[in-house]
């Protein structure tokens, strides 16, 4: 068994909602965590900066009046996300602003800190850290990073190539604290073989942005409904790095999503493909989307994973 905070403890179901640029914010987080899984959210879809501040006061309010009414029923705690790439100069910033509301958990991308991994510990925060490799692993974990978030293929937005069989392997052959997999999850079958494989959390994405509480246009939710892995395009052109994104939205951009071309990852930004912009018009997805087939509300869909999974549970005897 892998020694869990308490933080990440006695969750209802063992899933963290992964943080989706411009698609998360306090309505999605707050209905993850009232449904039982960690919500979480990007600083960054805070816009203009000092909207973090709102933000953390909504949720960390509203959260703490949800459990004051259902004792029997708390909600999970909450993540931010923070960038750790040197484009991004609101990172100082955010972190305080995360210390004045002693977040309870921080994933970071993009970059390992140890002093910025040092500053969550001092107000007794746990941060996960986001990777693709076993390589960057041990880095973060060498950092100070206290978990992980194993980014495998298939996964949604910026994402690795490696199985997830490896990946979480090699892990497991040396680090014994919290892990989480990313990549192609979106039932509860999915989060019960995440576990059965050797991590603690599914970590799921793709399938939140097709919620009633997710900022989604409307267009993009129905596209995660009509698509599946076919429609699945990994490129690094929009960003500088490699991720998944829908087919539909890069052609609606004009560009033949079977001929990209390569990106220059030293000069990693948020646009490409002429006007069109990443995650705003062209739109990220894991490959896990086949099996979503309506637009409904978090907690409706987070019951339906509590069903899958007690199912899944049931079905193989444990």
Not at 63 to 84: E, G, T
Not at 95 to 118: F, H, M, W
Not at 284 to 303: E, L, M, N, R, Y
Request: aromatic share 6%.
């Amino acid at each position: 068994m892998s020694k869990l905070p308490p933080v990440l403890q006695k969750l209802a179901l063992p899933v963290i909602a992964s943080p989706m640029f411009i698609v998360s914010t306090p309505a999605l987080v707050i209905a993850q965590c009232k449904a039982g899984i960690i919500g979480s959210m990007p600083a960054l879809n805070a816009r203009p900066a000092e909207q973090l501040d709102d933000w953390l006061a909504e949720i960390t309010e509203t959260l703490a009046a949800w459990d004051k009414a259902h004792p029997d029923a708390p909600s999970a705690p909450f993540a931010i996300n923070q960038i750790v790439h040197k484009s991004n100069d609101r990172l100082e910033h955010d972190l305080q602003v995360c210390a004045k509301y002693k977040v309870p958990l921080i994933i970071t991308s993009l970059g390992a800190r140890e002093d910025l991994n040092q500053a969550v510990h001092g107000w007794g925060g746990v941060v996960l850290h986001d990777i693709i490799n076993n390589k960057f692993a041990h880095k973060a974990i060498e950092k100070g990073a206290d978990g992980l978030i194993a980014v495998a293929a298939g996964a949604g937005g910026h994402a690795g190539v490696k199985s997830p069989f490896a990946l979480i392997q090699e892990i497991r052959q040396w680090f014994d604290g919290p892990v989480a997999l990313s990549g192609s999850i979106a039932t509860g079958d999915a989060v019960l073989a995440a576990q059965a494989m050797g991590a603690d959390f599914a970590y799921i994405g793709s399938a939140f942005i097709a919620t009633e509480e997710s900022r989604a246009s409307d267009a993009y939710k129905q596209a995660i409904v009509d698509s599946n892995s076919d429609d699945i395009i990994y490129s690094n052109l929009f960003t500088g790095v490699h991720g998944n994104y829908l087919a539909p939205s890069i052609r609606a951009a004009g560009l033949d999503p079977e001929n990209l071309p390569e990106s220059d990852p030293s000069k990693m930004s948020f646009s490409g493909g002429g006007s069109a912009k990443a995650w705003k018009d062209i739109w990220g997805s894991g490959q896990g989307i086949g099996s979503i087939d309506k637009i409904s509300s978090t907690a409706d869909f987070v019951a339906q994973l509590k069903r899958e999974y007690a199912a899944a549970r049931d079905r193989l005897k444990l």
